[in-house]
């Protein structure tokens, strides 16, 4: 039986983002992820001002009148949501959680999906493949998969982000639109991802926090990895100590960041303590200029 709290959670999420694709993401999300191709549809009569190179000459001949066709975009496109559930995601030091933000980012781009009429399927995965549900259409099939990211309870704590990707090389035959979400606290997937790169589309969302970044004056402190359950204590009134760590950090994001663009793979950077839309608007205006 899911709690109440969950239902009213789902409820937020889904009043929230149904919102933003209505105002601000259907249509970024359409220019941005186009259909497999252009169908054929019919032969019709030349009109003034349409393109001449679409003449089909052959039925031009037979009837003397010029006739051009006509194709439509086949639009269907999959969408897959690969969201990381390891341990380091139940980590928040702001208004929300990391895996918090992953579920709304989810709700966000299943329902920008739906709308356009796409399919969207999720992996939650750990350091094994923790629940699968394939693509489908509509809000009741979207609802599910937010209830998963929030309610499901995985059965492992650490990250094997490229057996996720291995799997999804798998049960993905046909090229698809794949979301990978996590902090990517993880080592050794840059293969896989490269090889699952080739065929898919993939978009790679790096969430993290705050204090994950950077740290504050706070005195002696006691983190736990949550991953690991190793546990260190850390002096945040050291000035050295906090410019190593935040420098530590920047280090590593760029050097994600630049992993990616060896793969030509596109990156979003979120934080739980900003706003998702003005980097994920950003996102989708850089593609639509480069496609």
């Known amino acids: 039986m899911i709690p109440k709290e969950i239902f009213k959670k789902i ?64 639009r269907e496109l999959t969408v897959v949501l690969l969201v990381d559930a390891s341990s380091s995601g139940r980590f928040g030091t702001h208004e929300q959680y990391k895996e918090e933000l992953a579920a709304e980012l989810c709700a966000l781009l299943s329902f920008s999906a739906i709308k356009n009429n796409d399919k969207v399927g999720l992996i939650i995965f750990t350091d094994t493949i923790e629940k699968y549900i394939p693509p489908k259409k509509g809000r009741g099939h979207v609802l599910r998969l937010i209830r998963e990211i929030l309610y499901f309870t ?26 990978l979400i996590s902090d990517f606290l993880s080592q ?61 950090a920047a280090e590593a994001t760029g050097e994600l960041k630049r992993s990616f663009q060896v793969m030509d793979l596109d990156f979003i950077q979120l934080r739980t303590d900003r706003s998702y839309i003005i980097p994920l608007i950003q996102f989708f205006k850089m593609r639509e200029k480069r496609r």
């Open 154 to 179: 995985p059965e492992h704590t650490r990250t094997d982000i490229g057996g996720a990707l291995e799997f999804f090389s798998r049960v993905t035959k046909r090229k698809s639109v794949a979301f």
């Open 188 to 248: 050794d997937y840059q293969t896989p991802l490269r090889i699952a790169n080739k065929k898919h589309d993939i978009v790679a969302i790096k969430i993290a926090d705050p204090r994950e970044l950077e740290f504050g004056n706070y005195g002696l402190m006691e983190l736990e990895d949550a991953e690991t359950g190793e546990v260190l204590v850390i002096d945040t009134a050291s000035s050295e100590f906090r410019s190593q760590f935040a420098a530590q």
């Open 11 to 74: 409820r937020r999420i889904e009043i929230r983002t149904r919102r933003l694709v209505n105002d601000l993401f259907s249509g970024e999300y359409h220019t941005t992820f186009k259909g497999r191709g252009m169908e054929f549809e019919e032969v019709r009569e030349y009109i003034p001002g349409d393109d001449i190179r679409l003449i089909d000459w052959n039925v031009t001949a037979r009837t003397g009148v010029p006739h051009i066709k006509k194709f439509r975009e086949e």
